[in-house]
């Protein structure tokens, strides 16, 4: 079976329609309010997700001979429209300056994107990011719904945490049919993981992993060594044990 497909069937098993699962009406409207930084993060989130159809095209184009990176793209490309989405109701539903997420703000954040577009990464590079950046949103939408007094946005980034892991999974699961292709994609996959940058900085200052984010650098590591069999961490001490002898 392709790598794709297990997630295919993993998407199709969790998704949450919008409508039917959070529940609008329910929202504590004033409690949200009093939230005024969660809401600012949540903005930044919603302009990230609605940058995707930027954004994966251009991975496709770099990884177009890969079905199953075509294939875990279209899932992301899907799932993160649902996020949007998401996060825009949300955020026009508590009142939270309607404007930030309207058509206009949302293509100045792209514009800023293709502005500042740098030359791409080798193809096992980007792969690395994002996967990378995939895990590191999951960690940002469970620490916000841990946070969040809310009732309806804590269901919310539930469901969008979970989603998260899932996309980070099926990323880790195309790293490592590199590595099974290839066993030197290992290194270069190491390398690129060390250096790792959150795609979500494309379009907004503050990016959605804070550096000392010690949960998410763990679970990084662990995604690498799983797709790699050695974790970045590892791979450091390993070099710098290397230039010591
Ligand atoms: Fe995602």
New binding site residues.
Partial sequence: MSVYESHLASAEQAAWPLDATIAWDAIDVALARREEHILAALHDAALI?GY?PVFAPRLMQLLWDDLDVTAVLSL?LY??LR?YTALKRYLRAVGFEPAVVSEERMIAARERALAEQREPGSPIAELTNFAC??LF?AYFFLRLSRETREPVLRQLLEHMAR??FR??AAGADLLAKRVRLDPGAADEILRSAQSFRHYGSDVVDVPLATTNDFEAIAAMNRMIRQACGVSPTQHIQERLNARSI
Avoid: K, R
Wanted: aromatic share 0%; net charge negative.
């Fill in positions: 997700e995707l992301e799932e993160g996020h950046s995939e949103a989603d998260e996309h980070a």
